[in-house]
């Protein structure tokens, strides 16, 4: 996941949550994925659920650079690093937590962190979601 792309689902996630609920999906997720006060398109009442696991998935982009130079021989290296999770990091933590996208189970969002950092040398994005494993249909 690149940072626009990151920088792009965190204001998703910061709208859906301030708002009345939109829906949005990630990449290779085969069900929605609804932000806001809803869990179910179409239903009014929240459905009764059976809390199962716990879950967490992060998403990243980071970059750096610098300089070294050798005063022995006077060559000077300029250096740079960049590192990210794939593409798929939210929903293969999605696809691990519900035991390989079982419909009968959801994952509802507790938590959305976002951040963002950078200075002359260093940028870094992160996208860290988490919540419940959840099986609609049961009590608590």
Known sequence: MRAPQIILLAAMV???CASVGINAAFVGTPTPVLLGPRDRVGVAAPAAITKLAEFEGEAFWRFSQGSTTNYATGIRTDWSRQEQTGQYALSAA????TNGFD?????????VKTSAYGNLFTM??????EGDVVRPGGGR
């Open 103 to 111: 419909p009968a189970l959801d994952v509802r969002l507790t938590k």
């Open 94 to 97: 999605c696809y691990k937590a």
């Open 124 to 129: 870094r994005n992160y996208v860290t979601i």
């Open 14 to 16: 910061s709208t859906g």
